[in-house]
């Protein structure tokens, strides 16, 4: 079993569409948890850190639920800009644990 | 944010032969990042580089096919040894942003875009 596992994709949505991204771990001594974003052939970019608290930025929602393991991305009114992959990540002490990242494709 | 500049970009290779990856960093870091990713896939840690130390490498890593130096806080360097094509891959260093605690983010360099024919 992975350590981090994210669901399938790729997601194909009109523009405007709201996505949710879901992700399970399975150490639960993973201390902190990110979404990062990957364009095609670019390096991953942080695009928020994930809190037990739940934590929005814009059009983006985070949510963390320590007691089942599993961390969501919500995207509101997505955008075209937002076609990349999204991978979800768990630290542990120094060391990031990628999930295998999910493809998002927004349409016009 | 940490600047992270990687040389070469991209290259290709010839089996057998080995390549050296710089990662150059704009400010001090005490660890830096060795991860390799593979076509299609996510990325995978393969050691972590502190100054004045030797590496320590994941599970799967050794030493004599990814040599990696760490002469000072701004810069290290990755060797994938002996290639071949199975050693195809995107190689991206990374450094934590700011303490280097389990609650920091990494920022990646661009990557080095490695074939091996």
Do not use: H
Request: overall charge neutral.
């Amino acid at each position: 079993r992975k350590e981090v596992e994210q669901d399938p994709g790729p997601f194909n949505v009109p523009e405007g569409a709201t996505v949710a991204f879901n992700c399970t771990y399975s150490n639960s001594a993973s201390q902190s948890f990110f979404w990062y974003r990957q364009d095609c052939r670019k390096e991953p970019k942080l695009l928020m850190s994930v809190y037990s608290s739940g934590n929005e930025d814009g059009r983006f929602t985070a949510q963390l639920n320590r007691a089942s393991q599993y961390i969501s991305l919500l995207i509101r009114d997505s955008k075209l800009s937002d076609s990349a992959t999204y991978l979800c990540v768990a630290r542990q002490g120094g060391k990031l644990i990628f999930g295998q990242g999910t493809e998002l494709s927004v349409k016009p | 944010s940490a600047v992270i500049s990687q040389k070469p970009s991209r290259d290709i290779c010839q089996r057998g032969t080995s390549l050296t990856i710089q990662c150059q960093v704009d400010s001090q870091v005490t660890m830096m990042f060795w991860y390799r990713q593979q076509p299609g896939q996510s990325l995978t840690l393969i050691a972590t580089a502190n100054q004045g130390s030797e590496a320590t490498y994941e599970s799967g890593f050794v030493i004599d096919k990814f040599p990696i130096s760490r002469p000072n806080l701004t810069f290290s360097t990755l060797t994938v040894s002996n290639m071949s094509p199975e050693d195809s891959s995107i190689y991206l260093c990374s450094v934590d942003a700011a303490s280097g605690s389990t609650w920091d983010t990494q920022y990646f360099g661009p990557g080095t875009r490695l074939t091996v024919l």
